[in-house]
């Protein structure tokens, strides 16, 4: 019977919801949100969340002073007339700048709201003396102006003054259904997972038989065997690179001796060499890790039933398989559910060893995110790409349990 939770009770597990909200919950909501904008750190135009168009007022008297300093400086190099219409051209620029640099004079530096009459007013100013500067330029083809190439990019930069709504809706999440490198980045991440999890939990096996016996010197084999994946992640890639390089390393010289590969190089600079790489550096590195879980589990079975076994004349292949697994399912599958989520997360081993390559034939969907974050500046779609990988974790994650079933999730 399943016991309801008392407001005392409750009370003492306020901070640990609190601590959930900010540091669990919190970041998963803020990622979710950016996946419907398109926000980019690198662009003026996208470093925010706009729901609606805006005016920086800011950029906008900042281009309308270079107008003004470029008009200045070329001012000399035509004759009274267009002297005349270049002075007229600074006069409305110099009068758009009154009327709008309030904001920026009193420290106003965020877009703001804008009403459709500035916006029309502001659109037509922009497209009048865009259309007066160029004409004056036109007119003297041989002469070398100072801004006259420079000029464009500053009246670009007032049409950019009218910051566009960057609310895409779900446009983020049709661009992922179809993005064939996001495609590729979950191949490779599944192709790491299932064969790195695969040779751990085999190799974990039989170290953790192993390292269960009771024999002399079992301490000595313990703490040497834990020695891997005590070593930091990043640390033993960089190791591991070493052993693979293709004109010093000692590994891909063994390899290419033997024969399995066809040159030294052939390790980190071919794709299937690349990903073989990272699978064998990440079993070295976590199968002490599988083992120890599986460990844990074959310290609660009974060594009755091993003696029984043994009276009744078992084989120690049949007693595994009759008794040393059946009892160590529960155990089983928790280190799988760990090492699942952990091989499917990668990003360090990868990061430091391949980069993601060669080619991007080892690029993860975190290695993919972040380069679209932290490399591309892209914080709405690189954040769509991170809400995918949440999908894929929960539905592996969910396979798992549902495995589980009632023998480790129970309220007993």
């Given amino acids: 019977m399943v016991k309801r939770m008392s407001l005392k009770q409750f009370v003492f597990i306020i901070p640990l919801l609190c601590f959930m909200g900010v540091f669990s919950i919190y970041p998963v909501v803020t990622s979710f949100m950016y996946t419907f904008f398109d926000y980019r750190t690198n662009d003026q135009q996208y470093n925010s969340f706009y729901m609606d168009e805006k005016f920086n007022e800011a950029l ?51 877009p703001r709201k804008m009403t459709s009459q500035e916006k029309e007013e502001i659109e037509s100013f922009i497209g009048e003396i865009t259309e007066e500067i160029n004409a004056i330029y036109a007119k003297y083809p041989d002469v070398q102006f100072y801004n006259k190439e420079n000029m464009p990019t500053i009246l670009e930069g007032l049409s950019g003054s009218i910051v566009q709504s960057n609310y895409i ?33 085999i190799l974990g096996m039989g170290l953790a038989l192993i390292m269960s016996k009771s024999m002399k010197g079992i301490g000595g084999v313990r703490t040497i065997a834990l020695i891997p994946w005590a070593i930091p992640t990043a640390v033993s890639a960089l190791i591991w690179s070493y052993l693979y390089d293709g ?21 980190l600079l071919t794709t299937q060499g690349a990903m073989a790489s990272a699978i064998l550096a990440d079993v070295w590195k976590t199968t002490p890790y599988m ?28 007693t595994f398989f009759s008794i040393t697994l059946p009892l160590m399912k529960p155990s089983i599958l928790v280190a799988l559910l760990f090492r699942t989520l952990d091989a499917f997360r990668v990003y360090d081993l990868i990061s430091v060893l391949t980069g993601g390559g060669p080619g991007n034939g080892t690029e993860t969907l975190s290695i993919y995110a972040y380069k679209l974050i932290f490399n591309q500046s892209n914080y709405g ?32």
Avoid at 64 to 81: G, K, P, R
Avoid at 178 to 201: I, N, Q, Y
Avoid at 397 to 412: C, H, P, R, T
């Fill in 60 to 110: 906008f008297v900042e281009d309308c002073q270079y107008v003004n300093y470029f008009i200045s400086a070329d001012i000399t190099l035509v004759d009274e007339e267009d002297q005349k219409a270049f002075t007229t051209v600074q006069e409305k620029v110099s009068a758009m700048m009154e009327k709008y640099g309030t904001g920026t004079a009193e420290g106003q530096t965020e």
């Fill in 169 to 201: 809706g779900a446009d983020n999440y049709k661009k992922l259904a179809t993005d064939e490198r996001f495609g590729k980045a979950l191949l490779h991440t599944f192709v790491f997972m299932v064969f790195s999890v695969t040779a751990e939990f």
């Fill in 247 to 267: 004109s010093y390393g000692i590994i891909s010289k063994i390899f290419s001796e033997i024969g399995l590969i066809s040159s030294q190089a052939d390790m």
């Fill in 291 to 318: 083992a120890l879980l599986l460990m844990a589990g074959l310290q609660t079975i009974d060594r009755g039933l091993y003696e029984s076994a043994a009276i009744d004349g078992a084989s120690p292949v049949k």
């Fill in 381 to 412: 779609y690189g954040s769509t790409v991170v809400v995918g990988m949440f999908v894929f974790v929960a539905i592996i994650a969910m396979i798992y349990v549902k495995v589980l079933g009632a023998e480790l999730i129970s309220n007993d």
